[in-house]
């Protein structure tokens, strides 16, 4: 079993930013996927970025790209979403999602339970 542990979300204002984190934990497998969804309020849970092993593909969200970085840190199985330039509509809880291979798009076999990020205009 894999265990995902998100942190980093708060409050910030408009064209701020923030980092998000993401650790793995427990039965992890050699190479593996990973990336991010969010679920805004009153809205379905959408795609936001992800990541493969190497990090020599990753592939975002229209709504998201350009100011959104995904990268990660294989030694610690942590995987990053820096977010420059927020807007109120970025305001969401951030899944942060992990595959038990390492091909894309992401399928999302683990989830963390998310972190709420908050934008204010």
């Known amino acids: 079993q894999v265990q995902l542990v998100e942190s980093g979300g708060g409050l910030v204002q408009a064209g701020g930013s923030l980092r998000l984190s993401c650790a793995a934990s427990?039965?992890?497998?050699?190479?593996?996927?990973m990336g991010w969804f969010r679920r805004a309020p009153g809205k379905e849970r959408e795609f936001v970025a992800a990541?493969?092993?190497?990090?020599?593909?990753?592939y975002y969200a229209n709504s998201v790209n350009g100011r959104f970085t995904i990268s990660r840190d294989n030694a610690k199985n942590t995987v990053f979403l820096q977010m420059n330039s927020l807007k109120p509509e970025d305001t969401a809880v951030y899944y942060c999602?992990?595959?038990?291979?390492?091909?894309?798009?992401?399928?999302?076999?683990?989830w963390g339970q998310g972190t709420q990020v908050t934008v204010s205009s």
């Open positions: 999602a992990a595959d038990s291979s390492d091909g894309l798009p992401l399928t999302g076999d683990y």
């Open positions: 427990g039965r992890t497998f050699r190479r593996y996927a």
């Open positions: 990541i493969n092993w190497s990090a020599s593909n990753t």
